[in-house]
């Protein structure tokens, strides 16, 4: 929230509807009417066993780092620009990152979606190949499945390869 409020982006706020992981909602504003677009990512990174962060020359290496980090790093850098250059002219952007995503529930996000905090089209940096656009997600659909077994929820990123993955057995 303080690295966008430096960059210039308007009303910039933390929604503390979540107790310990707040929401970060800004606004970059036009001076003429025109569409919504959002640019979101979500602020948490897998809790898991990890060798500590560290720099190499410019490029920052760890857990984390490229899960959404570097999307909001170039967010904030994207208003930086955007401002110096006099933009939006029309419409507007509303950036939003939430928490709680790799809980399984993202419910901050639920949330922000049903007080109506959405644009007409959003932008979602989240990982992909590394040289391409991920543009396979059309959509989002939110639903629960129930699904047991012997032993503790486990992060797909620390599963051993001969655990069965139920999702990929339904």
Request: hydrophobic residues 40%.
């Amino acid at each position: 929230a303080s690295e966008l409020t430096a960059a210039g982006a308007d009303e910039v706020s933390l929604d503390k509807e979540f107790a310990g992981s707040p929401s970060v909602i800004a606004w970059l504003r036009g001076s003429e009417p025109g569409p919504t677009i959002q640019w979101h990512a979500h602020l948490d990174a897998i809790a898991t066993e990890h060798p500590p962060a560290r720099r190499e020359g410019d490029l920052l290496v760890g857990r984390g780092a490229s899960d959404m980090k570097g999307a909001i790093a170039a967010n904030v850098e994207s208003v930086r620009l955007l401002r110096a250059a006099g933009l939006p002219k029309r419409g507007q952007v509303l950036i939003t990152y939430h928490g709680l995503h790799e809980e399984g529930g993202s419910a901050p996000l639920i949330r922000l979606i049903e007080r109506g905090i959405v644009g007409d089209a959003v932008l979602i940096g989240e990982l992909g190949s590394g040289d391409r656009l991920v543009t396979s997600s059309r959509g989002l659909d939110f639903w629960a499945i129930d699904i047991k077994r012997d032993g503790a929820a486990i992060h797909e990123t620390n599963a051993s390869i001969d655990l069965v993955d139920p999702l990929q057995v339904g």
